[in-house]
């Protein structure tokens, strides 16, 4: 197999996530892979009790990504702040697509 994309995230002790890496190789990027990676994570952690989500993105093209971010509904809690967030309430996962040949390392 060959990785073509990732998601990084950890659960800290308020039951919040906190994801700290999305990456998608630029070969294979516009076909949804982040999108079906996040509600992967978003799946697997509902059953955990979790109630929300914070992106915690170091990345260089944060900007760009901010497309998919807002797409997902992720929000700032307030002007100017540098996280957003994302309430488990507001996840519609009636929009999550093909999660298939998703092979998941923990």
């Known amino acids: 197999y060959q990785s073509i994309a990732q998601i990084s995230c950890v659960l800290n002790e308020d039951h919040m996530v906190i ?16 999108t079906d990676l996040f509600y992967y994570v978003f799946r697997f952690f509902k059953s955990k009790n979790v109630h929300s989500f914070t992106l915690d993105d170091c990345s260089d093209q944060f900007d760009t990504d901010q497309n998919i971010y807002k797409k997902l509904g992720f929000t700032y809690d307030t002007q100017g702040d540098p996280e957003m967030t994302l309430k488990m309430d507001n996840i519609n996962f009636e929009l999550s697509h093909h999660l298939n040949n998703i092979m998941i390392c923990e």
């Open 19 to 34: 994801i700290t890496d999305v990456l998608v190789h630029h070969e294979h990027r516009g076909r949804g892979i982040a």
